[in-house]
């Protein structure tokens, strides 16, 4: 079991200089609201002011360029593009299956490149290019890979099938779509638990026999 | 049989290869919403905390330093959380669903202690981080083969004939077999959003197999009218029984968000997914087989005991497939189940009876090779012509042809029934076969048909998908009827506004709702004839009827049900599953070559979601013959494998070309589609088929699952 507790002694170290961190942050908020009139410091200190300022210092700017569209963000540096993308631009088809990068549903590509949004900061992303499922279709054209998946049945619940697909596409673009055997090997990487797993490797063989363009 | 069945069903064989998932579009573009995926206007997030002991209690709780991180709304824990109404009418000793952030009291391992509510997930999860407890620690209790003369009979054992007669057959099989947990694991973590609207009314976006059992267990807790709790849940990420119960995480979100007054959304970490959603559970098995020379069974004795958890007795039926699937004229049963200080299972795909079909299917094999005797004719020369529990008459039963069918497709006849003999390429090859069978139920459900004006049909239903395509099959059944396309059909679901729709699970709702369409569309056609001043049934131009009386719409709402035929036949499904293995004599790796499933369950519906869902089933039997084992630590009470790295499910290269093939003959009697439910006998029989064909490749009976490789060298 992922013990929260049964690490207290790193993670007290961590909280230590956590808070310490934040009270300076606080207190340099504190200064600021003392140098202006009783009022409006009240206001202030009733406003989370402090809490504000602090804020501001623990987020950092990042730009991602997702699906074409350019947004300009204020993440905290632990914040992965995983959380980012579901949580603060409400791109919600790339999904969260076990958060430690051993399932492959949140699969997008970066640069053109497969990885897995989970272990992937936000911060890292930053001025990179990022293709996540909503931004495979040309509008109403669906991608062939998710033409196929629909013809093969490529999928039961659905959860993990914006991964597959992502996964799918890459491996296609990576020349590892050779075989049957090839193909599993380099899919091997997004569980499928509802078992679509040979309707997958038929539709990404219908995709790589048909030769278009991924 | 009625007649549409005849005239239609039967000659849709053009349409076999079936529609394209009606939800599918949605799904392969990211754009169908599952549970944690609304945007909900103030939401907060949060994390639980896992407890560390497996047994005693809370001695000291510091969530001091969680309070004061940045975000925290809220710790919710045992000493300040709100009192849930339904939890106090409870008679307090009584056993139940574990209820949460109640008392002190220390069950197993991983229980909630708190829930940590904050603006961000980053910030809640951190907040998490900081909250310590101390325990006052007894001694646990984790082990069942350990505990097992510590268990209790929680039901009849059963007995015809004479008791454990297979003892004084002339051939006979005694042995043990084991099934360690098995962890559902959806691809979906369970989520939750719950938002109260008004101080008597509430809004969950929640992960359910049953929209209307979550309405009213939730309305129960916190004693509200069922009709002020609104369900949502319209895309479930698979389940296979983990969303069947209202879980005591569903409970705390909605606790949470009255006491932060914000909307809460609570999304299990992979690691809670083990302790927090039920699990197959850890099942030792004895079967007695006995035979006369020439294979008739003389009698069957299937003894078994189950875990569960101190606070809730959780049964299934690992043993009752004994019962019920050969004709013996001696079968003892004795089922027990042994409490530990672990969280309480829950029905896993094919649920008891998977358990025991790995044994019983099993020792069959063992038999046939005491015998030399073939795996299927040993299995024909015992075929139940008539339910041989009950003594009715099957409403359909035609495994014979399944065997037929599976056997022909696998090769059956390269089969060498010498154990070793054979090798390939440097791989042992093996065959081997596994039965199984599960009841199949019709309950009740009601539909609401609506012809619009524009010619398209709208159905409604509270009923969820959690993944075999409902939705697909329900507008296949109203475009055969109605004679209308499909994609002039458009089927709502997951919402408990809906008419009410039973809980997705026991294999039964196509056989539910899929009459229920069945008959709300016959109603409504009626309806039209009416309408019309026609009495011949067949093609209508619904939209100039419609235009012709100036009417904007027609509708019917018509609930369904079975009849008295269910007292008269005995109904089940059934399947057979054919292997062929590989496995490598010097590293024990065991390569699953070839797989072949064979459904007999009725009609089939829809023929392209249909093969997937078996094709599921049989890979998910997989993963229980040859990686899924969730282990505890027993020192510690604590499971150490709780991740997918090292709890192994199957994986792309893991999964051969899996073939699903159906009987497709209908069911006269459980319903007027003649269909049965599918999704339970897809995985039983699978993990004695693989062990069976193992068998056949080595001569190395496996009789504990999984079956890895260091158990083969
Ligand atoms: S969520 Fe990223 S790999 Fe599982
Ligand atoms: S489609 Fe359900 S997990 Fe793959």
Redesign the pocket.
Do not use: D, H, V
């Given at each position: 079991m992922e013990n929260k507790n049964a690490h207290s002694k790193p993670e007290s170290e961590l909280e230590e200089k956590d808070n310490s961190r934040r009270n300076f942050l606080k207190q340099s908020a504190f200064i600021t609201a003392v140098a202006l009139t009783p009022a409006p410091a009240v206001k202030a200190a009733a406003m989370h002011l402090d809490e504000k300022i602090a804020e501001a210092f623990e987020k950092v700017p990042v730009k991602l360029e997702v699906n074409g569209v350019m947004h300009n963000l204020s993440v905290e540096p632990r914040a992965t593009l995983l959380d980012i993308l579901r949580e603060q631009i409400d791109l919600t088809g790339t999904k969260k299956?076990c958060d430690h990068g051993q399932c492959g549903?949140c699969t997008v590509h970066v640069d053109g490149h497969r990885v897995n949004s989970c272990l992937t900061l936000g911060v890292m992303a930053s001025g990179k290019k990022i293709t996540t499922i909503e931004g495979l279709a040309k509008g109403e054209e669906l991608h062939p890979m998710q033409e196929a998946f629909l013809k093969h049945d490529?999928?039961?619940?659905?959860?993990?099938?914006p991964g597959?697909i992502m996964s799918a596409v890459a491996c296609i673009r990576e020349g590892h779509a050779n075989s049957e055997t090839e193909i599993r090997e380099y899919m091997s990487g997004n569980?499928?638990?509802?078992?679509?797993y040979p309707n997958i490797v038929n539709a990404i063989q219908e995709v790589k026999s048909g030769g278009q363009i991924v | 049989m009625n007649k549409h069945m005849e005239n239609k069903i039967l000659n849709k064989t053009s349409t076999l290869e079936g529609i394209s998932r009606v939800d599918g579009r949605l799904?392969v573009t990211g754009k169908a919403k599952y549970s944690a995926e609304y945007s909900v206007k103030g939401i907060t997030y949060g994390v639980l905390v896992p407890g560390t002991i497996t047994k005693g209690s809370i001695k000291t709780l510091d969530i001091k330093k969680a309070e004061g991180a940045p975000g925290v709304l809220s710790v919710i824990t045992y000493l300040n959380a709100p009192k849930v109404p339904g939890y106090q009418t409870d008679k307090p000793q009584a056993k139940g669903m574990l209820k949460i952030f109640y008392d002190e009291q220390i069950y197993f391992n991983g229980q909630p202690i708190a829930l940590v509510i904050a603006d961000s997930f980053e910030r809640a999860l951190f907040a998490a981080s900081l909250v310590t407890a101390t325990y006052n620690v007894e001694p646990h209790q984790t082990d069942l083969i350990k505990n097992r003369s510590n268990g209790f009979t929680p039901r009849k054992d059963y007995s015809r004939g004479e008791d454990d007669a297979y003892k004084n057959a002339p051939v006979k099989v005694e042995q043990e077999y084991f099934i360690p947990t098995e962890v559902h694991n959806?691809?979906?973590l369970h989520a939750i959003i719950a938002r109260w609207d008004a101080d008597d009314k509430l809004t969950v976006f929640d992960k359910t197999q049953g929209i209307k059992a979550t309405q009213k267990n939730i309305a129960q807790a916190f004693k509200l009218p069922p009709d002020n709790v609104q369900v949502t849940s319209p895309f479930v990420?698979?389940a296979f029984g983990a969303a069947l119960r209202t879980w005591p995480h569903e409970i705390a979100a909605v606790l949470a968000a009255k006491v932060v007054k914000r909307p809460v959304k609570l999304v299990l970490s992979r690691a809670d997914m083990f302790t927090s959603v039920g699990y197959r559970p850890l099942t030792w098995q004895k079967i007695g087989l006995g035979a006369t020379a020439d294979g008739k069974f003389v009698g069957i004795t299937h003894e078994a005991a189950g875990q569960t958890s101190v606070y809730e007795d959780f049964t299934e039926n690992s043993v009752n497939i004994s019962q019920l699937m050969y004709a013996s004229p001696n079968v003892t049963t004795r089922y027990k189940l042994v409490s530990l200080n672990v969280n309480t299972p829950t029905p896993m795909r094919g649920p008891g009876e998977a358990t025991g079909a790995f044994a019983l299917e099993s020792a069959i094999d063992e038999l046939s090779y005491a015998l030399n005797m073939d795996p299927i004719e040993l299995r024909l020369k015992n075929y139940a012509d008539t339910d041989p529990l009950s003594g009715k008459p099957y409403s359909s039963k035609f495994l014979n042809d399944a065997y037929k069918l599976g056997a022909d497709r696998i090769g059956w006849s390269n089969r060498n029934q010498k154990p070793g003999s054979v090798i390939e390429k440097g791989w042992l090859v093996g065959y081997g076969m596994g039965a199984g069978m599960f009841g199949a139920y019709r309950g009740s459900a009601t539909v609401l048909a609506r012809m619009m004006a524009d010619g398209t049909l709208l159905l409604q239903t509270a009923v969820t998908d959690i993944?075999p395509g409902t939705g697909t099959a329900m507008v296949s059944i109203a475009s055969d009827i109605m004679e209308i396309p499909a994609g002039k059909i458009k089927f709502d679901l997951g919402d408990s506004s809906l008419p009410p729709s039973p809980t997705q699970g026991g294999s039964s709702i196509t056989s539910t709702v899929g009459s229920a369409v069945n008959d709300a569309c016959k109603e409504l056609q009626a309806k039209f004839q009416e309408l019309n001043g026609t009495t011949e049934s067949g093609k209508m131009d619904y939209v100039q009827i419609l235009k012709k009386h100036n009417l904007q719409q027609l509708e019917v709402t018509t609930t369904s049900h079975g009849g008295p035929e269910q007292n008269k036949y005995a109904m089940y499904s059934w399947s057979v599953h054919f292997m062929k293995v590989l496995v490598h004599p010097a590293t024990g790796v065991v390569k699953v070559d070839k797989a072949v499933s064979v459904a007999d369950c009725g009609t089939i519906i829809s023929n392209k979601t249909a093969s997937s869902q078996i094709k599921?089933g049989t890979i998910m039997g997989t993963g229980m013959a040859l990686m899924e084992e969730a282990v505890i630590d027993h020192r510690y009470g604590r499971l150490i494998n709780n991740n997918f790295a090292d709890y192994h499910v199957p994986v792309q290269a893991d999964i051969p070309q899996v073939e699903a093939l159906f009987v497709n003959k209908p069911d006269p009697y459980i319903n007027p589609i003649g269909a049965k439910g599918m999704g339970e006998i897809a995985t039983i029989g699978v993990a004695a088929a693989i062990a069976n064909a193992v068998y056949n490749a080595t001569g190395k009976r496996v009789r504990d699952l999984p079956i890895t490789p260091d158990k083969l060298i």
């Open positions: 299956g549903a490529g999928f039961q619940c659905g959860y993990c099938t597959q569980i499928c638990r509802c078992g679509a | 799904k959806p691809m979906e990420g698979g993944g599921g």
